[in-house]
């Protein structure tokens, strides 16, 4: 078994953090890749509630221009 993948807990659980907010851009960077595509769950170790609210932050964050949509 990998115990690396079993120690891993949810980012916004174990800070308290209910939302995610769309504003905060150096926050959700951490969240996608080199080619700024949003990272699954397995990877970044987030719950699925989590995960969710977080791919819509992302979207939001891409449409008010404070991400971009694709890294060249």
């Known amino acids: 078994m990998n115990n690396a993948k079993k120690d891993r807990r949810c980012y916004f659980c174990v800070n308290g953090v209910k939302d995610v907010d769309f504003k905060d851009a150096q926050l959700l960077r951490k969240f996608l890749s080199s080619y700024a595509k949003i990272l699954p769950k397995k990877r970044t170790g987030t719950c699925s509630t989590h995960q969710r609210k977080l791919i819509v ?16």
């Open 57 to 72: 932050a992302i979207k939001r964050a891409r449409i008010m221009a404070i991400l971009p949509f694709v890294n060249r």
